[in-house]
């Protein structure tokens, strides 16, 4: 499964937690990224025993963080896995439906986590100018251009 960017997160929902958490977005932001690997990992981990009931948590975790940051696809995703997971624990089932949806997870996390980071710390994510190190096109009005 591959998005484009734009369609990976929605960024008025984005900015609206930007807004709303102020100072703390970057920290928040940070334990999601902390929270979502060891989701990711717990409930690949619960694929591999066909555990049903220990991907509920971590799903419905990252579900809810997801869709914090406006992180959709990624909260769609998370929130299949977790409603299969459920109806395999009532119905005393192995998890195998979810296979196909967990396969998708990682590599959905780690593009979503990308964009997210990038959007918050834009400075990080720049490459520097052709010009090199401290380098900048601006006119002197000295005969330079």
Not at 13 to 36: C, K, M, N, P, T
Not at 48 to 76: C, W, Y
Not at 82 to 95: F, L, S, Y
Not at 100 to 106: C, M
Request: glycine content about 8%.
């Amino acid at each position: 499964m591959s998005f484009e960017g734009s369609t990976l997160i929605n960024w008025p929902a984005y900015s609206q937690a930007r807004s709303e958490l102020g100072a703390g977005f970057v920290r928040i932001l940070g334990y999601f990224r902390e929270d979502g690997v060891k989701s990711v990992a717990a409930i690949e981990a619960a694929m591999r025993s066909l555990n049903a009931a220990a991907m509920v948590i971590p799903a419905h975790t990252l579900k809810g963080e997801a869709r914090q940051f406006g992180a959709e696809p990624l909260a769609d995703l998370a929130e299949a896995i977790e409603v299969i997971a459920r109806d395999c624990v009532e119905m005393q089932d192995t998890p195998e439906e979810a296979l196909e949806h967990i396969v998708q997870l990682r590599p959905l996390f780690v593009e979503t986590l990308t964009l997210l980071e990038r959007e918050a710390n834009p400075i990080v994510a720049r490459k520097p100018a052709a010009g090199g190190f401290g380098r900048r096109a601006i006119p002197t009005g000295f005969g330079e251009e």
